[in-house]
């Protein structure tokens, strides 16, 4: 029995698409906007992204980083409904949106506040 669950994780692991590093997210649970700059991977705690091993760093402004699961997250967009992204053109942005809508539910996506 326990082999159709390790079938299931390994298969969640290899189709996870991390959200980009340059990307604006904000937070669920508080509202603050931040932009992605990175993974940090966890030994210990709770709260991790759907790869089991890492949360997502966000830079709310220098210097204030916080480590963040998916989960928490919400993607931001601007008013063409494309991923607001730092220093992208906009065909990536584009692609990007693609990616993002094709992994997350219409929910995960804010407009800029």
Do not use: C, H
């Not at 709260?47 to 890492?54: C, F, I, K, L, V």
């Not at 709310?60 to 928490?72: N, S, T």
């Not at 992208?88 to 942005?93: G, I, K, T």
Request: cysteine-free; hydrophobic content about 35%.
């Amino acid at each position: 029995m326990t082999q159709p669950q390790i079938g299931s994780i390994n298969q969640r692991k290899a189709t996870w698409r991390r959200i980009p590093d340059g990307t604006r997210v904000r937070l669920r649970e508080n509202a603050q906007e931040g932009v992605i700059d990175g993974l940090t991977e966890l030994v210990i705690g709770p709260g991790r992204n759907p790869d089991g091993r890492t949360q997502y760093r966000i830079n709310l402004g220098d210097p204030a980083r916080m480590l963040v699961a998916e989960d928490a997250l919400l993607i931001v967009i601007d008013k063409e409904g494309l991923v607001f992204m730092v220093k992208q053109n906009v065909d990536y942005r584009r692609l990007v949106t693609e990616q993002l809508r094709g992994d997350f539910s219409a929910d995960r996506f804010v407009p800029s506040a």
